[in-house]
């Protein structure tokens, strides 16, 4: 049965996002990806299998190594998404800082 996966659903996990950073920078294999993680090795198959579905990440064939690597459309997708939400939050903050400040000089 082939589930159709949700990308929120799958950042939310810390170990996927660990393997987003990972692959931030380079392809690498399923191995190499395992390496850097204190678990088993069919269990980061699994996050690399709902990773690839959601299409966070691509793959790509080279002999009989399959390498893993960032799907940087999709993850524009979700920065894009993410944007008005920071967008928000540094107007928050920024006015805080300005109230703030202006407490501080009226002391």
């Given amino acids: ?3 159709r996966r949700d990308v929120f659903q799958a950042i939310a996990d810390p170990t996927r996002r660990g393997i ?3 692959l931030a920078t380079q392809s690498m294999t399923a191995g190499a990806i ?3 993680f204190d678990t088993a090795r069919p ?3 699994k ?3 709902i990773l690839t579905e959601c299409q966070l990440l691509a793959q790509k064939q080279d002999g009989r190594e399959v ?4 799907n940087a459309n999709k993850m524009k997708e979700v920065a894009d ?3 008005p939400f920071r967008e928000m939050w540094d107007e928050r903050f920024n006015k805080l800082e300005t109230l703030m400040k202006e407490y501080n000089s009226n002391k």
Avoid: G, P, W
Wanted: hydrophobic letters at 55%.
């Fill in 1 to 3: 049965m082939n589930l």
């Fill in 20 to 22: 987003l950073l990972l």
């Fill in 34 to 36: 395992a390496a850097n």
């Fill in 43 to 45: 269990t980061v198959s």
């Fill in 47 to 49: 996050h690399l299998r």
């Fill in 67 to 70: 390498y893993y690597q960032i």
């Fill in 81 to 83: 998404f993410i944007e």
